[in-house]
């Protein structure tokens, strides 16, 4: 469960936690939140451990994986995965005069680059039944010029979702993607300072609130069941009707 320490991402990995899996919590920088969500896992009656790697930088696949491995071997399971959740990523506002070589590269070695290579090894670890559930954006959907970049990061990611469906389903194997919409995590937290700002965004679903983290974890849920296993190349709105 990669970005698991904050989050949309900490929903999620509690929420697989409750429903049996052993889960690796995720995170770049952030220990003491990872070790939080862990704790709670743990002290829901679940099963968890941290695991560090930073995406974007030299290695991070390679660290990441040796780190799951190690911690897998020590606790004498073989070194498998059978859910993959790929939820960490940045964001980045900018319109298309603002956009800079560097922010390209940001957005896209984190969310395009690193989520292909741990796919493409976390596949040479997963057995028939597995799943990869990808955390895309309502955003692929809809026109947001003001962020134009991570818009074309998570299209990277919808168009990636569907080849790899082809990929992998004689393997057994789903993906799909997962679209939230608003959700009140760190990422949008400036835009939620005020009571105008909690306002206009709640007014953008249908059902007129901001999601939570809950709302994203029960449909990644789903997918992760054994009920999924004739779903595969979705992309799943979770936005609460985002701009219906
Ligand atoms: P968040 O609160 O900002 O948390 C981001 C998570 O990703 C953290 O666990 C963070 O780890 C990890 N992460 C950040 N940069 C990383 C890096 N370079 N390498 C490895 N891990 C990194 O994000 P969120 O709002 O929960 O979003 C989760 C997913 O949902 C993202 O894919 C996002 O694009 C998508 N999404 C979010 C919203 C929304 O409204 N929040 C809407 C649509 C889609 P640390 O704690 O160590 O920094």
Redesign the pocket.
């Known amino acids: 469960m990669?970005?698991?320490?904050?989050?949309?991402?900490?929903?999620i990995a509690e929420r697989l936690a409750a429903d049996g899996a052993l889960v690796a919590v995720?995170?770049?920088?952030?220990?003491e939140?990872?070790h939080e969500v862990v704790d709670s896992i743990r002290t829901a009656g679940g099963d968890a451990f941290p695991l560090?790697?930073?995406?974007?930088?030299e290695g991070?696949t390679k660290a990441l994986y040796a780190a799951l491995d190690r911690e897998l071997l020590g606790r004498g399971l073989e070194p498998r995965l059978d859910i993959l959740v790929?939820?960490?990523?940045?964001?980045g506002s900018a319109r298309i005069h603002e956009v800079t070589p560097e922010l390209v590269d940001r957005i896209f070695s984190?969310?395009v680059k690193?989520l292909l290579f741990v796919i493409q090894e976390g596949l040479t670890r997963m057995p028939s039944g597995g799943r990869i559930i990808n955390?895309?954006?309502?955003?692929t959907r809809m026109s947001y010029p003001e962020s134009v970049v991570?818009s074309m990061s998570?299209g990277a990611?919808d168009t990636l979702t569907l080849a790899l469906a082809k990929e992998c389903g004689p393997r057994g194997i789903t993906v799909n993607a997962v679209?939230?919409?608003?959700?009140?995590?760190?990422?949008?937290a400036k835009l939620r300072t005020t009571p105008e700002g909690v306002a206009r965004l709640a007014g953008l679903s249908i059902f007129d609130r901001?999601?939570v983290?809950s709302d994203?974890a029960g449909v990644v849920a789903f997918l992760a069941s054994p009920d999924a296993l004739w779903v595969t190349a979705q992309r799943l709105d979770a936005?609460g009707g985002l701009h219906l």
């Open positions: 990669t970005g698991a320490s904050r989050g949309i991402g900490r929903g995720h995170y770049a920088r952030n220990s939140a990872a560090r790697a930073e995406f974007g930088v991070d790929n939820n960490a990523a940045v964001s984190v969310n690193s955390i895309s954006s309502a955003i991570y998570k990611m679209a939230p919409g608003f959700t009140e995590t760190d990422m949008n901001i999601g983290p994203i936005s």
